[in-house]
């Protein structure tokens, strides 16, 4: 059939009755009829300009176009389902409500219209001939909407349900420190009550995503929180893709939507195709078709102590959350909740035609493949890097080369500085657009202090950063051997200079010589990848020098890019680099390459909440069309195919832990010392400490124990001997230390030999791995060996 889809569309304005619409077009012309939008124009103020809106719908005629007929139409919002047409059926979304339950509550716009009775007549007389008119039942998006066509018009109407966007993208997740507040910022979405309970209830933390259609409105939404003393719990992320929106569904303890008398309400349902719970409000409408007090949620009357105490009853209870959230995706699941339903009901017509009892229906045809070209279009435009910063001050590399003297040296010797050099050049050339897109991820922040990990000379992204970000302090961390100190001058008066020094520290196992609490922004880019022991101390060191509320940027290389996954699938390993550099040691390579969700789940377990991850082709262009259509025909998150991972994530809370998946063992407890404190000469007793140094407890049984490892040696250095003890009489706090008597050798008898001793983490492996605890070495005769093997407890559970 050829399908007409009404619609009233206000300018500037787009929410979820828009999508609606579009999903309602792509069902129709994926079920095999030719569907379009019909929208038109609405301005409902003054009252005269809403009798000309009311009067140019019914004008308007679509029974045809061209001379080719309209079969049907399907009115979705008032005006626009006044169209002429012969054969009109009515999906409400909504009527006019002004007329109708708004009159009735004293909200209306048209109680202060001269013309208010007059309008809400003529608005009530043309709803009821236009449904009359119809030869098909009317539907109502809910059960709600159908409420209130029986009570104000005495129009029966069969709720029909329909998917949200994105329904087939959603997914579980953990269930976080956060509760999700999605969804347009408007009045009737009552932001002013979730931010009053958030007042009324001091464990929950939220997270608001959306913007207002009025500045002015959002504005005074931020104000109230700091009036109210919240801003530092509550995180505004402004308008999201719908990558982010999806993550953030996934990842919250549960979804907060107090609407005043809702229509439908998509947040509803995507918060139970997350298996998110749903903290709604006695008088919220369509949420209530859907959520049980109990159940799938919590409902709460539409005051703010209530509401605060539903936000707190499932930020102190992670398991209350999970069995709510699991009986949402059940009960939607059980709804029956499918376009293929919805078309079928509208159009009368299967997705599938029925065919006769004698024979089988066929096999569904596999669907055709996108061509190359247009797959090759999709993920080019999906993964394309953004453009340049509009006021920054260089347009290449070589405008910030001659704009500042990187070198030193050529000044105190008192030459002039040679020309750019045009191999170094062309090689920062190639990450331009990488630095490009690094400083589009730090739009819209304030940034007053920095320090990038992983930096070295020439300080080229520095110079960028001094010119967006006027007066910043910049700070640096390599490996030295030496810190290094630098006055960057910029060569006229038109850009800023700077000054940066850069201290030593191995940023994945020493801590950083830096204070709590001293940036406002962390960048690690393109270091991740060096790592060979322990990204999440990478992280939480960061966490720890970031301000409340500061930001960590990370830029790595993709492995499971389309270039990766290219790679693989032609035998070639996926790395982006991955040859190797021997004169760079153990970080002169990529030691490993990561998943772009690798790094928000890292940054989750280290008390960071992700702003944005996205992928981008920041060097090269190029794709493979036979892998852009691979990709496509498999329905692939395209934006998490670009070859590097942008993450940028807000300092939150503190450390959880090391994600499990990504760790053997828990590096963060592999922190101690060793030391002898006492030997006697005469008898051999010998009397050792060892320190916990770790931030956390240090377990003494059970899975992950702290224990030692004992390794003899003989007099030419062969190790004879190896052996798991535990000398350790019970657990170890942070900070504490324990006392282990050994007796080994008299000075007198001291045999050839050497005791090694080292700490070591039950069905993991010795510390001194890690790096952060040296063995301790002290002579011994083998017979001294066997008597301490044969009189120190075993770990607990070993044989």
């Known amino acids: ?163 949200p966007p994105n329904a087939e993208n959603l997914r579980a997740g953990a269930y976080g420190d956060y509760l999700f507040v999605p969804g347009r910022i408007n009045p009737s979405k009552r932001l002013e009550l979730t931010l009053q309970a958030l007042a009324h209830a001091p464990a929950t933390r939220l997270v608001i995503a959306g913007v207002a259609e009025n500045p002015a409105y959002q504005n005074h939404l931020v104000h109230m929180a700091e009036e109210m003393g919240i801003a530092a719990r509550v995180t505004w992320l402004g308008a999201v893709d719908d990558a982010t929106l999806i993550r953030h569904y996934a990842e919250a303890r549960g979804v907060v939507f107090v609407p005043q008398d809702e229509d439908y309400g998509y947040i509803t349902l995507e918060a139970m195709l997350s298996a998110k719970p749903v903290i709604t409000v006695t008088d919220a409408g369509g949420p209530l078709e859907f959520i049980t007090h109990g159940a799938e949620g919590l409902i709460t009357p539409p005051d703010a102590p209530a509401l605060g105490a539903a936000f707190d009853q499932l930020s102190e209870d992670a398991s209350t959350a999970e069995r709510m959230g699991q009986a ?9 909740i499918s376009w293929d339903h919805v078309v079928e009901t509208l159009t009368g017509q299967t997705h599938v035609p029925v065919m006769p009892d004698t024979a089988p229906p066929p096999a569904p045809e596999a669907a055709a493949p996108p061509a190359p070209e247009t797959a090759l279009d999709i993920l080019r435009d999906t993964v394309a890097p953004p453009e340049a910063p509009a006021d920054l001050p260089f347009a290449n590399i070589e405008e910030v080369l001659e704009a500042y003297a990187f070198d030193e040296l050529p000044a105190a010797l008192g030459r002039p500085e040679p020309p750019i050099d045009a191999g170094l050049a062309g090689y920062l050339g190639t990450h331009w657009t990488r630095f490009m897109s690094t400083l589009r991820q730090l739009e819209g922040l304030e940034i007053t202090s920095a320090l990038d990990v992983g930096v070295f000379p020439p300080l080229v992204f520095q ?135 690798e790094l928000a789940t890292i940054g ?46 807000r300092k939150a809370g503190d450390p959880k832990g090391v994600p499990e998946n990504l760790y053997h063992g828990d590096p963060t407890r592999m922190h101690g010392n060793l030391s002898v404190t006492e030997r006697e000469e005469a008898t051999g007793l010998t009397r050792l400490r060892a320190t916990n140094t770790s931030p956390s407890y240090w377990p003494t049984a059970g899975d992950r124990a702290t224990c030692m490892l004992a390794e003899w040696t003989n007099g030419a250095g062969e190790l004879r001997h190896q052996h798991l003890m535990q000398p350790l009489s019970g657990p170890l706090a942070p900070d504490e230390s324990s006392q282990i008597t050994l007796r080994l050798d008299p000075a007198s008898e001291t045999g050839a030999g050497t005791l090694r001793l080292h700490l070591y983490q039950s069905g993991v492996g010795v510390f001194s791995g890690r790096g952060r605890a040296a063995p301790l070495t002290l002579p011994c005769s083998e017979a001294a060996f066997l008597r301490m093997v044969d009189t120190t407890p075993l770990p607990q559970g070993a044989a």
């Open 1 to 163: 059939m050829r399908i007409g889809v009404l619609r009233t569309q206000v300018p500037f304005v787009t929410g979820g009755a828009e999508r609606h619409a579009a999903n309602l077009v792509h069902a129709l012309k994926q079920r095999g009829h030719e569907a379009c939008e019909i929208t038109l124009p609405f301005k409902w103020y003054p009252g005269e300009v809403l009798a000309d809106h009311i009067m140019a719908a019914k004008l308007i005629d679509v029974s045809e176009v061209e001379a080719v007929p309209v079969d049907l139409t399907i009115g979705l919002k008032f005006p626009a389902y006044l169209a002429k047409h012969p054969n009109r059926m009515f999906w409400v979304l909504h009527q006019h409500r002004q007329a109708y339950d708004q009159w009735d509550l004293g909200t209306s716009d048209l109680l202060d219209d001269p013309q208010g009775e007059a309008l809400r007549a003529l608005i009530t007389e043309e709803d009821r001939e236009a449904f009359a008119s119809s030869p098909h039942p009317i539907y109502a998006n809910s059960g709600n909407v159908a409420v209130r066509l029986k009570k104000h018009l005495d129009v029966a109407a069969q709720p029909l349900y329909h998917p």
């Open 328 to 336: 949402g995706q059940a009960r939607y699941a059980a709804q029956n």
């Open 604 to 649: 989750t377990a280290a008390g960071f909440e992700t702003v944005r991850l996205q992928t981008l082709d920041v060097y090269d262009r190029h794709i493979e069309p036979e892998m852009a259509q691979i990709l496509v025909a498999r329905g692939d998150d395209l934006s998490m195919r670009g070859e590097n991972i942008q993450y940028l994530a």
């Open 463 to 597: 110079a960028l950063l001094a010119n967006q970000f006027k007066g910043i302090e910049m700070h640096g961390l390599w490996e030295g051997p030496d810190p290094y100190r630098q006055s960057v001058k910029a060569r006229s008066d038109k850009h800023p200079s700077f000054d940066i020094t850069l201290q030593v520290a191995n940023g994945e196992r020493d801590p950083w010589p830096y204070p709590d609490n001293s940036f406002d922004l962390v960048t690690g880019m393109e270091i991740l990848e060096h790592l060979a022991l322990d990204p999440y101390f990478f992280y939480t060191e960061a966490a720890r020098v970031l301000k409340p509320g500061g930001h960590i940027l990370i830029t790595t290389p993709n492995v499971v890019s389309h270039r990766g996954v290219w790679k693989s699938l032609n035998g070639v390993a996926p790395y982006s680099f991955g040859i190797f550099v021997p004169s760079g040691g153990v970080y002169g390579r990529h030691n490993r390459e990561y998943a772009p969700q």
